[in-house]
């Protein structure tokens, strides 16, 4: 008798109990089951057939539940699976006996680089993820063949970036990733992932918004430094940008003019994080673009002296700092200003699909880390509605 489960696990696994001899299978790698016994007793099993077809399916005890996990049956399982397929003899061996030979995680990662990295990701993306590479991925496993690494050695790696959980998770996601891609490549058995298990760690999410007083603060500061020759023009006409449209630093500093549609209110990203989106411009913003000069010969919106003839990131952070210091809001990041947006939309009463919209968020759940502000607000309206009521009832 044969019943397939949603996913093998330990937890799932130690909970089988049959009435008579039961296998079964793993929605996650196909061919890979556990065999359950009326006594209690559960082996890990795995089927396939050679790819020709030609041979009946072929069977292999990859080892007992109370030896194995569920994660370590699943990775010898790949193997076997993979060595039948290929018309070889099935050897249901500890991984570290496959560890002299097959493509390392270096080999892959250098096939991850060039055909997935380069090719699909953003040029900051790009230095982000060679960087988790080169910094902690490859210093750790670069040596290690593929078909060795074990859930053991990414715990490892992870522990060893506990200090900084978001790099550490970063860490293990990319390793999953080129472990997915792998398979397609030929470079990783099929199923074989054992980043699977992997639990990310916790990261505690930054969030600042502004209150009332806050804006008043900073929206003064910016006119004294225009009134008194302290500052910048462009930054400060980017800094205005970046809490009228709730835009990203990036999405304003790479703005072309070729962009802007003053006369319907909008700018058309065409590269936007999550790819081309149009941005809603209001009556402040689109003055504040008609009184921007034009440089000649410049495409850019915020020309500068950047490598790419823009104004640079670094520049538009330290004018930043020192404008902050003098409205007292020292805690507060540019990227603030965006989340301080979304703050004051949920206040006013716009739903989380509409700020998601604005945000440019390509799903939902993005959105959704303002939900408890739209809990807030709606618990602020019921206690003003009550208060109302009992003014004149009490």
């Known amino acids: 008798m044969a019943v397939r489960q949603k996913s093998l696990s330990n937890r799932t696994v130690a909970a089988l109990t049959v009435e008579r001899d039961t296998v079964f299978w793993d929605r996650v790698l196909p061919g890979f089951g556990v065999r359950v016994y009326p006594s209690g007793g559960k082996v890990y099993i795995a089927q396939a057939r050679e790819r020709t077809g030609k041979k009946l399916p072929r069977r ?8 194995l996990s569920a994660d370590q049956a699943r990775q010898r399982a790949a193997l076997i699976l993979a060595r039948i397929r290929a018309g070889e003899e099935p050897l249901p061996l500890p991984l570290a006996a496959r560890a ?3 493509p390392t995680v270096a080999d892959l990662a250098e096939r991850y680089l060039e055909e997935h990295v380069e090719v699909r990701l953003k040029p900051r993306t790009q230095v982000r993820v060679r960087g988790v590479l080169r910094n902690h991925i490859l210093p750790a496993l670069g040596r290690t063949p593929v078909a060795a690494v074990e859930p053991s050695h990414v715990i490892d790696l992870q522990q060893k970036l506990s200090a900084h959980p978001v790099t550490a ?4 996601k990319i390793l999953s990733h080129m472990f997915k891609l792998g398979e397609g490549w030929g470079l990783a058995p099929e199923g074989f992932n054992p980043c699977r298990s992997v639990e990310k760690f916790p990261e505690r999410s930054r969030e600042r ?9 900073l929206g003064k500061v910016l006119d004294e430094s225009i009134a008194g020759g302290r500052g910048s023009p462009m930054a400060v006409a980017a800094i205005r940008l970046l809490m009228l449209t709730g835009c990203r630093k990036s999405e304003i500093l790479t703005l072309r003019w070729t962009e802007v549609d003053l006369d319907a209110g909008e700018l058309h990203l065409a590269d936007g994080k999550s790819g081309p989106r149009a941005v809603q411009l209001p009556p402040t913003a689109v003055r504040l673009f008609e009184a921007l000069p034009r440089w000649k010969d410049s495409p850019w919106v915020f020309p500068g002296n950047d490598r790419h003839g823009r104004f640079g990131a670094d520049a538009l952070d330290n004018v930043w700092q020192t404008l902050r210091a003098r409205a007292g809001l020292e805690d507060v990041r540019l990227h603030d200003l965006r989340h301080s947006f979304a703050s004051r939309a949920l206040a006013l009463g716009e739903t989380l699909p509409v700020i998601g919209k604005l945000l440019g968020h390509s799903d939902i759940e993005t959105t959704a880390r303002y939900a408890h502000l739209a809990r807030d607000s709606v618990h602020d309206a019921a206690e003003r509605i009550a208060d109302s009521i009992a003014a004149d009832i009490l």
């Open 60 to 67: 292999v005890t990859v080892g007992r539940h109370d030896v």
């Open 100 to 102: 002299n030979g097959g």
């Open 209 to 217: 918004f502004l209150t009332d007083a806050e804006f008043a603060r």
């Open 169 to 172: 998770n970063k860490a293990v």
